[in-house]
């Protein structure tokens, strides 16, 4: 099956530096990878539509500049939370987009990143 | 925008019963599809049962099955026999044609022994 990989899985990083995260679809092409945020015992919000070879699409409310996507090649996309402040403390969740014809309609999800800013 | 609504933040069901969670869901397309995902402690998205839209016959994987009514918009889980192993959040998600992928509040179910 497509296996979505992300890395690291957990970070603690001190106020003020930057993370990079990144999503890896491991088997399969993926022109288009999403990237959700998870807060503790809530549901995934997507943050922003990443695509291969063009700029990301941020959702409303998401700042493109504190959360930067680079979609590089068809197996990697990255995040990287600028300037990390403890209230982007939180779950990143990538998931990906089996290029082609699909059959079955479904993202393929990555173990997700806790991100943590002391 | 298309929004899911999941009404019941927690479901309790005895080991070996039935339980169903519900999911409702707004859109004005026609094409796309739902999901059911399951959130263990590990935080993976586990991939429970998916439906077509435009299949009117209700998805069913093993114990795992949907009463999907598109007039109504609504898509329930039901999950029959019910396992120690079944204890995780639900989520309900809604897939538009272009990927777009949104995601209900969840339902976090708890399995009594």
């Known amino acids: 099956g497509a296996v979505v990989s992300q890395h690291p899985s957990w970070v603690i990083c001190k106020s003020g530096t930057s993370v990079k995260i990144e999503c890896r679809s491991l088997d399969f092409q993926a022109t288009t990878m999403f990237w959700y945020r998870q807060f503790p015992k809530q549901s995934l919000m997507l943050m922003a539509t990443?695509?291969?070879?063009?700029?990301?699409?941020?959702e409303q409310g998401v700042e493109k500049d504190k959360f930067l996507i680079n979609h590089a090649s068809l197996t990697l996309s990255t995040l990287t939370v600028t300037s990390a402040h403890p209230e982007d403390s939180s779950f990143y969740i990538c998931?990906?987009?089996?290029?082609?014809?699909?059959?079955?309609?479904?993202?393929?999800f990555g173990e997700g990143s806790r991100l943590t800013v002391l | 925008a298309q929004t899911v609504t999941q009404s019941q933040p927690e479901m309790s069901v005895q080991e070996a019963e039935t339980v169903t969670l519900s999911c409702t869901y707004d859109t004005s397309e026609s094409d796309y599809y739902l999901f059911w995902y399951k959130q263990p402690p590990s935080r993976q998205m586990i991939l429970v049962i998916r439906q077509e839209a435009y299949k009117q016959q209700n998805a069913t994987e093993n114990r795992f099955s949907v009463n999907f009514q598109k007039a109504a918009k609504s898509f329930s889980l039901k999950i029959s026999d019910s396992q120690l192993g079944d204890a995780a959040m639900y989520f309900c998600?809604?897939?538009?044609?272009?990927?777009?992928?949104?995601f209900g509040a969840g339902t976090r179910l708890t399995v009594k022994p």
């Open positions: 998600a809604y897939r538009s044609p272009d990927y777009d992928m949104r």
């Open positions: 998931s990906a987009r089996l290029d082609g014809l699909s059959r079955t309609g479904e993202l393929f």
């Open positions: 990443s695509n291969e070879g063009s700029k990301a699409t941020y």
